[in-house]
């Protein structure tokens, strides 16, 4: 046997989508999503009760709302270009590994694609979720999920996982090359919004101190490395940099907010914000997504437009995300090649 020549297989994992989007299926998604101990960090007892008996409930409908403005005739867009990372992925990288994508939740599901890859009898696997800043309701979740399934398999091949990867070059660059077809001079301002987390869950990342103790706006050191308002404040400050952006014009933010517990400065409050201060036209990034989904055109594109323009703007403008820009499968290739 050749052993220079090791069999590989790569992993790529997104969050995940509904199978569809009727309530049923939005049901489902929403009760193993939010039911992760890693998502919504209570006590199980707490945690269920919240889950199951009031957020789902009631959420569900709603939901399916949404999830119907999003759905396209290839499905949900998420699902849709993951597909098409994994596809142009595996043509850049040739017959040298193979390529499979999972989701973290429904489907395709982890243990489904961990079995196909079990039955392939792989030297090595390299674990890529697809979330650029570390934060354990992602990168964590798919990691743990990963080791649980495995961890059971008779023969376990060598194991690689990627952490994170927002200081990658070609991230930045990718970003930053659609950023570029917008004349961003006409625009008022610019937000970079991340999806938030619970304050608690950055805080749970330091041994010494809370979150607040550390410069995570304005620095990466070796205690926030793997904070994510840490990280996404330096994602903001790398593609700021490349697209010359002032420090005066642009504002990192936080969406999708529970309650006021959670990172901040919000966006919504962000965007009220701007429009008082007479801003008629926003440029909205959302480096956190490499695909887009529900939170970027949905509640960007379609619910910060609403907000802005019932407080006296015009115009929020979403930067798509990665989804299958050539520059994000150079990304992937590169990181993939670094670890073969």
């Not at 790569?10 to 193993?32: A, E």
């Not at 993951?82 to 590994?97: I, N, P, R, Y």
């Not at 694609?113 to 079990?118: F, I, P, Q």
Request: hydrophobic residues 35%; charged residues 30%.
């Amino acid at each position: 046997m050749n052993t220079t020549n090791k069999k590989t297989g790569v992993l790529l994992i997104n969050l995940g989508t509904p199978d569809s989007p009727k309530v049923s299926d939005v049901r489902s998604y929403l009760t193993q999503f939010l039911n992760d101990p890693r998502v919504i960090d209570l006590p199980t007892i707490k945690r269920t009760l919240l889950v199951n008996g009031i957020i789902v409930p009631f959420r569900a409908k709603g939901s399916s709302k949404e999830y119907q403005k999003l759905w396209t005739e290839n499905g949900s867009p998420l699902l849709y270009y993951s597909v098409q990372t994994k596809e142009k992925l595996q043509e850049a990288l040739g017959d040298e590994v193979t390529v499979e994508l999972a989701m973290r939740y429904k489907n395709p599901s982890i243990p489904d694609v961990l079995e196909k890859m079990r039955k392939e009898n792989y030297d090595k696997i390299i674990v890529l979720p697809l979330f650029p800043q570390y934060a354990s309701a992602t990168n964590g979740s798919a990691i743990e999920e990963v080791f649980r399934v495995i961890s059971k398999w008779w023969v376990i091949p060598e194991l690689d996982f990627v952490g994170q990867f927002w200081d990658h070059p070609l991230y930045i660059e990718a970003f930053a090359e659609i950023g570029n077809k917008f004349n961003i001079e006409e625009y008022d301002h610019v937000i970079f919004s991340y999806h938030g987390l619970p304050t608690r869950q950055v805080d749970k990342v330091y041994d010494n101190g809370l979150c607040e103790d550390h410069d995570c706006e304005l620095e990466i050191t070796e205690e926030n490395k793997f904070c994510y308002k840490a990280t996404s404040y330096a994602t903001t400050r790398a593609i700021a940099e490349n697209l010359n952006i002032p420090e005066d014009k642009y504002t990192v933010a936080f969406q999708s907010r529970l309650d006021k517990e959670w990172l901040e400065p919000f966006a919504d409050k962000t965007v009220i914000e701007q429009a008082k201060k007479g801003a008629k036209k926003l440029l909205f990034f959302s480096p956190a997504f490499t695909a887009d989904c529900l939170e970027t055109i949905v509640e960007i594109g379609e619910g910060y437009q609403e907000l802005f323009e019932e407080h006296g703007g015009e115009k929020v403008q979403l930067v798509p995300s990665l989804n299958d820009h050539p520059k994000w499968i150079e990304c992937l290739k590169d990181i993939v090649k670094k670890r073969i």
